[in-house]
């Protein structure tokens, strides 16, 4: 049942020592108040690594060649070498672990951009040669028509689909791009889809300026007969992908006579790899949030548990009073922890209120203006997370009154009356 004298006597203390009052409310508004921001800056940084990623294969790698650094069966060192589309079918025999390859050959060689024109428009763009499965290791979004397929691949089809800086300009706004033709170097290409990125930041912008045509009518059109750029390989669920990285490495300097201890004449990106460290980094972020989060609110705690302990010092004979006049232990004991309580769970909610506020105003403000170059992006608080250290919080405000109440019902009542302040 409400009890309306023992809140008049809770705000009556609170108020008769206002500054106390705020300055140990607020170590624990302050620790709360943090530990959302903690939280928030984290999950923004995480939420901005992970969205750069977009829906990339995660347990995926990359092996391209390099010239070789050591001389074996004859070759000398510094040599040249291409991989070829034979090998594909060689580590899929041989090799249980893998589940995609997808060869890809980069038109007119490494990062170089060939021009593609449509009537007066022009630019230079990437020009990659794909396969379909392409599709699976990494998925781009379907803005008009389809992706390559099948079909295009067996035929050497001239057909392209283009990112969405290309057909912006290239194109007329809301311009139906489907079956129109650009023209690569001085051949025609068929447009057949366009695509958007799904990463963010560099990585999405140069993607949205790249031209996919099929694997097979690269290799013609550039002249590059068999030969392969890179493979892009991801591994089976079951499988670890760093050990079918060295895997393929072993069998692909198998198959091109190059030394098993020459690791510069290939080069390779783990993304699997890459992702692992990325989840073990979040993961120490979230734990040392938590550690100084936690760290804060048990000073704030402790702060009102030692305030407590010398309110009730000050009102030794007032308690002395009350229990002689008959006031039960519980009714001593539930007054006190009531306040510890009432100014906790006041302190943090209102804590956790304006951190919360802050986060979301900065989710808000970043998601009206977002930046191509940060990394951080939708900064948030789990709602469940939240609400969970705030009980925490009230439950840590219970213990800090413990103490101070079992000290004052332990004083007799003749002693506490005559005790002087």
Same mark, same amino acid.
């Given at each position: 049942?409400?009890?309306?004298?023992?809140?008049?006597?809770?705000?009556?203390?609170?108020?008769?020592?206002?500054?106390?009052?705020?300055?140990?409310?607020?170590?624990?508004?302050?620790?709360?108040?943090?530990?959302?921001?903690?939280?928030?800056?984290?999950?923004?940084?995480?939420?901005?690594?992970?969205?750069?990623?977009?829906?990339?294969?995660?347990?995926?790698?990359?092996?391209?060649?390099?010239?070789?650094?050591?001389?074996?069966?004859?070759?000398?060192?510094?040599?040249?070498?291409?991989?070829?589309?034979?090998?594909?079918?060689?580590?899929?025999?041989?090799?249980?672990?893998?589940?995609?390859?997808?060869?890809?050959?980069?038109?007119?060689?490494?990062?170089?951009?060939?021009?593609?024109?449509?009537?007066?428009?022009?630019?230079?763009?990437?020009?990659?040669?794909?396969?379909?499965?392409?599709?699976?290791?990494?998925?781009?979004?379907?803005?008009?028509?389809?992706?390559?397929?099948?079909?295009?691949?067996?035929?050497?089809?001239?057909?392209?689909?283009?990112?969405?800086?290309?057909?912006?300009?290239?194109?007329?706004?809301?311009?139906?791009?489907?079956?129109?033709?650009?023209?690569?170097?001085?051949?025609?290409?068929?447009? #057949?889809?366009?695509?958007?990125?799904?990463?963010?930041?560099?990585?999405?912008?140069?993607?949205?300026?790249?031209?996919?045509?099929?694997?097979?009518?690269?290799?013609?059109?550039?002249?590059?007969?068999?030969?392969?750029?890179?493979?892009?390989?991801?591994?089976?669920?079951?499988?670890?992908?760093?050990?079918?990285?060295?895997?393929?490495?072993?069998?692909?300097?198998?198959?091109?006579?190059?030394?098993?201890?020459?690791?510069?004449?290939?080069?390779?990106?783990?993304?699997?790899?890459?992702?692992?460290?990325?989840?073990?980094?979040?993961?120490?972020?979230?734990?040392?949030?938590?550690?100084?989060? #936690?760290?804060?609110?048990?000073?704030?705690?402790?702060?009102?548990?030692?305030?407590?302990?010398?309110?009730?010092?000050?009102?030794?004979?007032? #308690?002395?009073?009350?229990?002689?006049?008959?006031?039960?232990?519980?009714?001593?004991?539930?007054?006190?922890?009531?306040?510890?309580?009432?100014?906790?769970?006041?302190?943090?909610?209102?804590?956790?209120?304006?951190?919360?506020?802050?986060?979301?105003?900065?989710?808000?403000?970043?998601?009206?203006?977002?930046?191509?170059?940060?990394?951080?992006?939708?900064?948030?608080?789990?709602?469940?997370?939240?609400?969970?250290?705030?009980?925490?919080?009230?439950?840590?405000?219970?213990?800090?009154?413990?103490?101070?109440?079992?000290?004052?019902?332990?004083?007799?009542?003749?002693?506490?009356?005559?005790?002087?302040?």
């Amino acid at each position: 049942m409400f009890d309306l004298d023992k809140w008049q006597e809770i705000f009556y203390t609170l108020k008769k020592n206002k500054l106390r009052t705020f300055l140990t409310g607020f170590g624990v508004f302050w620790g709360i108040f943090m530990l959302m921001l903690m939280m928030g800056a984290g999950k923004g940084l995480e939420n901005g690594v992970y969205a750069n990623m977009g829906d990339f294969a995660t347990n995926s790698m990359f092996v391209w060649t390099q010239p070789t650094s050591k001389p074996y069966k004859g070759f000398p060192r510094n040599r040249r070498y291409y991989f070829k589309y034979e090998d594909k079918q060689a580590m899929k025999d041989n090799i249980a672990g893998i589940d995609i390859i997808a060869p890809r050959m980069q038109g007119g060689g490494y990062q170089n951009a060939s021009l593609v024109s449509r009537g007066l428009q022009e630019g230079s763009y990437e020009v990659t040669g794909i396969i379909p499965e392409d599709y699976k290791i990494d998925p781009v979004s379907i803005k008009h028509g389809r992706f390559i397929n099948e079909m295009d691949l067996k035929g050497n089809r001239k057909v392209a689909i283009i990112g969405k800086t290309v057909y912006n300009d290239l194109f007329e706004k809301d311009e139906d791009p489907l079956n129109k033709y650009i023209r690569i170097g001085e051949i025609y290409f068929q447009v #057949i889809g366009t695509y958007e990125s799904k990463h963010s930041q560099r990585w999405g912008e140069q993607q949205n300026q790249t031209v996919f045509i099929p694997f097979s009518t690269c290799q013609v059109v550039y002249n590059y007969n068999n030969i392969v750029g890179y493979f892009a390989i991801t591994a089976k669920p079951e499988y670890d992908i760093m050990k079918v990285e060295k895997e393929v490495k072993a069998l692909l300097a198998k198959r091109h006579d190059i030394h098993p201890e020459d690791e510069g004449a290939m080069g390779s990106n783990n993304v699997g790899e890459e992702f692992k460290k990325m989840s073990g980094l979040f993961l120490g972020i979230n734990i040392l949030v938590w550690i100084v989060g #936690i760290g804060t609110l048990l000073a704030g705690v402790i702060g009102i548990s030692n305030i407590m302990l010398i309110i009730i010092k000050e009102r030794t004979q007032e #308690i002395g009073i009350k229990r002689a006049i008959g006031a039960s232990p519980l009714n001593i004991i539930s007054t006190i922890i009531t306040e510890s309580v009432f100014l906790t769970g006041l302190a943090g909610f209102l804590g956790m209120f304006f951190g919360v506020l802050i986060v979301e105003g900065i989710s808000q403000a970043i998601g009206s203006n977002p930046s191509a170059d940060s990394g951080f992006l939708n900064p948030e608080v789990n709602f469940t997370v939240a609400v969970t250290s705030l009980l925490i919080l009230i439950f840590s405000g219970v213990l800090a009154g413990v103490i101070p109440s079992r000290r004052a019902v332990a004083i007799k009542p003749i002693e506490a009356i005559r005790q002087e302040n």
